[in-house]
Nanobody
Framework: VQLQASGGGLVQPGGSLRLSCAVS????????IGWFRQAPGKEREGVSC????????YYADSVTGRFTMSRDNNKNMVYLQMNSLKPDDTAIYYC????????????????????WGEGTQVTVSS
């Protein structure tokens, strides 16, 4: 099982970025996958997740209306489209899965994740 996040970078406030998570070793349609972030000195937090059943996405209150999570079953990838970025969105972003919960709804609790990809840095600054 491997996950690899990419697409981070430096963007001005109000700008957009699209993060990608390449998955191998399992089908993204069969396990819940989430995006998490950790800013310096802060606890890791859930940003968005997508359930295996029905592909329904959920969001933290802080990003609702600005971020959109999606997945491509054919490419076995998940994405996080981030719009209207704010300095508070600055963090390392990770994708992760609960590989012990096949065909399950997703959760934004990071402690439930058992496989993590390497993070990608997102910096929002003018």
């Amino acid at each position: 099982v491997q996950l690899q996040a990419s697409g981070g970078g430096l963007v001005q406030p109000g700008g957009s970025l699209r993060l990608s998570c390449a998955v191998s070793g399992f089908a993204v349609s069969e396990y819940p996958i989430g995006w998490f972030r950790q800013a310096p000195g802060k606890e890791r937090e859930g940003v968005s997740c997508i359930s295996s059943s029905g592909g329904i996405a959920y969001y933290a209150d802080s990003v609702t209306g600005r971020f959109t999570m999606s997945r491509d079953n054919n490419k076995n990838m998940v994405y996080l489209q981030m719009n209207s970025l704010k300095p508070d969105d600055t963090a390392i972003y990770y994708c992760a899965t609960e590989h012990h919960r096949k065909f399950s709804a997703c959760r934004l609790d990071y402690y439930g994740m058992d496989y993590w990809g390497e993070g990608t840095q997102v910096t929002v600054s003018s």
